[in-house]
């Protein structure tokens, strides 16, 4: 059974930083694409970033503030989010997809991020 355990969202002010982390389990963590959505309220999930081996690639939106990395001994994927503004405010929620088998997504149940002063 997959399992996708996301943590470290928050209230936070303008400008700060916070880090996302999401841990899995069930799967082949180290050949799976990890990304990372949000969803804000009202509108539609929106992809944020995407890492697979070494490569990463961002929405333009986060592009320059916000970093995507892994560690696959830990099959842990994080989202380090700086300079944080309140249209940044979402639920966020991480996803994996195995290399091997690209018709199945997995979802995380999301952890919030509030950014407000």
């Known amino acids: 059974q997959v399992q996708l355990v996301e943590s470290g969202g928050g209230l936070v002010q303008p400008g700060g930083s916070l880090r996302l982390s999401c841990v899995a389990s069930?799967?082949?963590?180290?050949?799976?694409?990890m990304s990372w959505y949000r969803q804000a309220p009202g509108k539609e999930r929106e992809w944020v970033a995407s890492i697979y081996g070494g490569p990463t690639k961002y929405a333009d939106s986060v592009k320059g503030r916000f970093t995507i990395s892994r560690d696959n001994a830990k099959n842990t994927v994080y989202l380090q989010m700086n300079s944080l503004k309140l249209e940044d405010t979402a639920v966020y929620y991480c996803?994996?997809?195995?290399?091997?088998?690209?018709?199945?997504?997995?979802w995380g149940q999301g952890t919030q991020v509030t950014v407000s002063s």
């Open positions: 996803k994996a997809v195995e290399v091997s088998n690209i018709r199945d997504e997995y």
């Open positions: 069930g799967l082949a963590f180290s050949t799976s694409v």
